[in-house]
């Protein structure tokens, strides 16, 4: 069993005239023009999304937008151990007795460690803490640990941002999605590691090795980096305006809105681990609740206001007040994902509303 996935394929069409036109007149306006964005027209699920975007492969800082990268390589763990467990279980692994799946693991390990050392010479070595984060049944299936009797979302929106966790794994993730708590999310990333964490990313295609471009995670929101040190030094390089703007060189919190528009997609596409796992990582994301999304916000506060269905998104907001979301939005007759990043605080997000409702519009247009 492989640790890492193959690369997810999503093809965007990037030649459709009407859209290409009604997006790039917005994302140009003088008040949108320095956001990075990109959105892909998912309505009638094609092969090919028409795609348009604008500073697209900008590598910048993108705060807590970043956690929603975990749930994702954790549903990938998850689905990886299962298929470990059920393997040697038909091989004959007998489960009756009471830490059976401890073998599961160490198997994994063994045959793991060596390849995510390999894939980050020179950054610290680690490994998911299995026995923490799943629980295994006798028949193999695998589920995140979480608390019995249940954390209900009453419960997560007592705690809210600034609660301190209760529960277990699956708990954790739906308090991180949900209210973008920094303590849960530190509670779900450390226990998938950084090498597997950027393995996975990597090998699905949403980070590009050589261009050091896409989506990066080596930080866990409390300060427990990757590797330790002022500089951020396992982070990776923003683009040279991004950097002026930002105020840092490097971080551990990165993306480009290229691939959050992939990524996105692929989410809303049931190809993240697979049509399940997709949907399962949607029920527990937001949109009105919690947190919130500044998507729902831009298109429920427009004059007039958009018509939706419903949003899935994850916004960021750093220590630099800077604002960032990506979406799934469904309407009436669309259906889309969008990525806008670099809000900047003076501007009050209102950049990030115009540009929403824009891409919004554009999307419409094309399916009247």
Same mark, same amino acid.
């Given at each position: 069993?492989?640790?890492?996935?193959?690369?997810?394929? /999503?093809?965007?069409?990037?030649?459709?005239?009407?859209?290409?036109?009604?997006?790039?007149?917005?994302?140009?306006?003088?008040?949108?023009?320095?956001?990075?964005?990109?959105?892909?027209?998912?309505?009638?699920?094609?092969?090919?999304?028409?795609?348009?975007?604008?500073?697209?492969?900008?590598?910048?800082?993108?705060?807590?937008?970043?956690?929603?990268?975990?749930?994702?390589?954790?549903?990938?763990?998850?689905?990886?151990?299962?298929?470990?467990?059920?393997?040697?279980?038909?091989?004959?692994?007998?489960?009756?007795? %009471?830490?059976?799946?401890?073998?599961?693991?160490?198997?994994?390990?063994?045959?793991?460690?060596?390849?995510?050392?390999?894939?980050?010479?020179?950054?610290?070595?680690?490994?998911?803490?299995?026995?923490?984060?799943? /629980?295994?049944?006798?028949?193999?299936?695998?589920?995140?640990?979480?608390?019995?009797?249940?954390?209900?979302?009453?419960?997560?929106?007592?705690?809210?941002?600034?609660?301190?966790?209760?529960?277990?794994?699956?708990?954790?993730?739906?308090?991180?999605?949900?209210?973008?708590?920094?303590?849960?999310?530190?509670?779900?990333?450390?226990?998938?590691?950084?090498?597997?964490?950027?393995?996975?990313?990597?090998?699905?295609?949403?980070?590009?090795?050589?261009?050091?471009?896409?989506?990066?995670?080596?930080?866990?929101?409390?300060?427990?980096?990757?590797?330790?040190?002022?500089?951020?030094?396992?982070?990776?390089?923003?683009?040279?305006?991004?950097?002026?703007?930002?105020?840092?060189?490097?971080?551990?919190?990165?993306?480009? %809105?290229?691939?959050?528009?992939?990524?996105?997609?692929?989410?809303?596409?049931?190809?993240?681990?697979?049509?399940?796992?997709?949907?399962?990582?949607?029920?527990?994301?937001?949109?009105?609740?919690?947190?919130?999304?500044?998507?729902?916000?831009?298109?429920?506060?427009?004059?007039?206001?958009?018509?939706?269905?419903?949003?899935?998104?994850?916004?960021?907001?750093?220590?630099?007040?800077?604002?960032?979301?990506?979406?799934? /939005?469904?309407?009436?007759?669309?259906?889309?994902? /969008?990525?806008?990043?670099?809000?900047?605080?003076?501007?009050?997000?209102?950049?990030?509303?115009?540009?929403?409702?824009?891409?919004?519009?554009?999307?419409? %247009?094309?399916?009247?």
């Amino acid at each position: 069993m492989d640790p890492f996935p193959t690369t997810i394929a /999503v093809r965007f069409a990037t030649t459709n005239t009407a859209y290409n036109t009604c997006a790039n007149a917005a994302a140009l306006g003088a008040n949108v023009t320095d956001l990075c964005s990109g959105a892909a027209d998912l309505t009638g699920n094609p092969a090919s999304p028409p795609y348009a975007g604008h500073n697209d492969t900008d590598m910048l800082y993108v705060g807590s937008l970043a956690k929603i990268f975990s749930v994702y390589v954790a549903f990938e763990l998850r689905k990886r151990v299962e298929m470990q467990a059920k393997s040697m279980i038909a091989a004959g692994l007998p489960t009756a007795t %009471a830490g059976w799946e401890n073998r599961v693991f160490s198997e994994l390990k063994k045959g793991w460690q060596p390849k995510l050392d390999a894939a980050f010479p020179g950054l610290p070595s680690g490994f998911p803490k299995l026995a923490d984060t799943f /629980v295994v049944s006798t028949a193999g299936d695998v589920t995140f640990a979480e608390a019995s009797p249940p954390v209900t979302d009453a419960d997560i929106d007592t705690i809210g941002e600034f609660g301190s966790p209760r529960g277990k794994y699956r708990d954790w993730m739906r308090l991180m999605l949900r209210w973008s708590n920094n303590t849960a999310a530190s509670r779900c990333i450390l226990p998938l590691s950084y090498p597997y964490v950027n393995g996975v990313l990597g090998s699905a295609g949403f980070f590009d090795s050589t261009a050091k471009t896409g989506l990066w995670l080596s930080g866990d929101y409390l300060g427990h980096d990757w590797q330790p040190g002022g500089g951020n030094p396992a982070g990776q390089t923003l683009t040279a305006r991004w950097a002026h703007l930002q105020n840092r060189t490097k971080s551990n919190f990165m993306g480009t %809105a290229l691939q959050l528009a992939r990524f996105m997609t692929a989410l809303a596409q049931g190809k993240l681990v697979d049509s399940t796992s997709s949907a399962n990582m949607i029920s527990i994301a937001t949109g009105a609740n919690g947190i919130g999304s500044y998507v729902y916000g831009a298109l429920a506060g427009a004059s007039p206001a958009r018509s939706f269905n419903s949003v899935v998104s994850k916004i960021g907001f750093g220590d630099d007040s800077f604002s960032h979301d990506c979406a799934i /939005v469904t309407a009436p007759k669309v259906r889309y994902a /969008v990525g806008i990043l670099g809000s900047p605080p003076a501007k009050r997000r209102a950049d990030l509303d115009q540009l929403a409702v824009a891409y919004h519009d554009c999307i419409v %247009a094309l399916h009247p």
